[in-house]
């Protein structure tokens, strides 16, 4: 979590300080959304958690609505300013899906459940029978996706006056993204895993490399579990239990898709002229860090999250075809982010639990040549700083 959180602020800190979707060439018709007042802007995120209705939440969101008037005042030079002012607040709905409340209903009534399972097995087989059930519609849908994409990106290019500025926006936006990853990947998390372990996290980079390439290749974090479980277990020699714990866990955390779909979600606001507060960007964030952790391991799936966090905060999402354009180069590097940053977890864990681990090994082993084979072993996985003088070498 903590991890998410550093890689949603460093996108947050670099798509508004670099603007790559400020331009010329934005979508004209788009309504101006009002400038929240921060504590509003919290409110409504309170408000959307605990919905009134589960199933209106499926299309409405709440939000503050305000009352305005113009007002004319009187300027520095003597010259007449008209002014919007505030005269009166009430809470709205709005068409879209209030993501961040079903996700935390989803929650709570899973906890539920598992309080009494045998008596909702029923509940469960029925929840699972729905799931095979849009998974065949899904296989269904998926087979349109080459000319849906194509639809998409046609029906985008088409609301610009200027292709060159749009390139041009998507160039830097690219650039923005990758610049957040590379300062994830190399700064960020050498240092926690630093602070954590005091051993050098570029061994676990060299280790995992076999993964990092699968990655790379297959743009899924589920299709390189098993190479990260070799690499961690037979190159880095982390303990089995570590591994079989942390790294499926790790799979609810992606680093790099946090990143990627804030930086998105931003440059969405920009290309539409939105002028975003403070609160604004703040939900943005708690947003994304939320909705990556329900987002499967699979290719492409944060564009389904940039879609989900616009609609929640109020963002306009015409030019999400867009960003499919560029999605080849950046679904491969976000996912070695993602998997790189799994082995770290993995280190840590291994760093923090080893001791207990042995202790446990050593009651629980038995036979003709325990007390060997655990020297062994834990010559090989205890002391981290020999196993890393060679590679240091």
């Known amino acids: 979590m903590a991890a998410m959180l550093v890689a949603v602020t460093t996108g947050l800190i670099l798509t508004v300080a670099i603007r790559p979707g400020s331009s010329q060439g934005s979508i004209g018709d788009v309504t101006q959304l009002a400038v929240y007042q921060t504590q509003d802007t919290f409110a409504d995120l309170l408000r959307n958690i605990v919905p009134d209705n589960i199933i209106a939440a499926c299309m409405k969101v709440a939000y503050t609505n305000y009352d305005t008037k113009p007002v004319v005042v009187e300027g520095v030079n003597g010259t007449n300013v008209t002014k919007t002012i505030i005269t009166g607040k009430s809470v709205a709905m709005t068409n879209g899906t209030n993501m961040l409340g079903l996700v935390a209903f989803c929650i709570i009534f899973g906890l539920a459940m598992s309080t009494?399972?045998?008596?909702?097995?029923?509940?469960?087989?029925?929840?699972?029978?729905?799931r095979i059930t849009v998974f065949k519609i899904f296989t269904v849908y998926i087979w349109t996706l080459p000319v849906a994409t194509a639809s998409l990106i046609a029906a985008s290019l088409l609301r610009v006056d200027n292709m060159y500025d749009i390139w041009s926006s998507l160039g830097k936006f690219a650039a923005t993204v990758t610049a957040g990853l590379l300062l994830h990947e190399f700064l960020w998390m050498p240092i926690g895993y630093f602070v954590c372990t005091r051993n050098n996290p570029f061994v676990v980079y060299y280790r995992?490399?076999?993964?990092?390439?699968?990655?790379?290749?297959s743009k899924s974090s589920y299709a390189t579990l098993p190479v990260l479980f070799k690499c961690c277990e037979g190159g880095l020699k982390f303990h089995k239990r570590v591994c079989s714990f942390v790294l499926p866990i790790s799979l609810f955390k992606g680093d790099g898709s946090a990143l990627f779909i804030v930086c998105s979600s931003l440059w969405l606001g920009q290309r539409a002229d939105i002028g975003m507060t403070v609160g604004q960007v703040l939900l943005i964030g708690i947003l994304t860090v939320i909705l990556t952790m329900c987002l499967p391991a699979v290719?492409?799936?944060?564009?389904?999250?940039?879609?989900?966090?616009c609609k929640s905060a109020g963002v306009p999402a015409e030019e999400v075809g867009l960003l499919i354009s560029m999605e080849w180069l950046l679904d491969a590097l976000r996912t070695c982010v993602n998997v790189s940053s799994h082995g770290i977890c993995a280190g840590i864990g291994n760093h923090a639990m080893r001791n207990v681990l042995w202790e446990s090994d050593d009651m629980n082993y038995s036979g003709v040549n325990a007390e060997t084979d655990l020297e062994q072993q834990k010559s090989a996985t205890n002391d981290d700083d020999d196993r890393y003088s060679d590679d240091a070498v």
């Open 299 to 309: 290719p492409s799936a944060s564009l389904v999250g940039i879609v989900l966090v």
């Open 116 to 130: 009494d399972r045998n008596a909702t097995k029923v509940l469960l087989d029925f929840m699972n029978a729905i």
């Open 208 to 217: 995992v490399g076999r993964a990092l390439l699968t990655a790379l290749v």
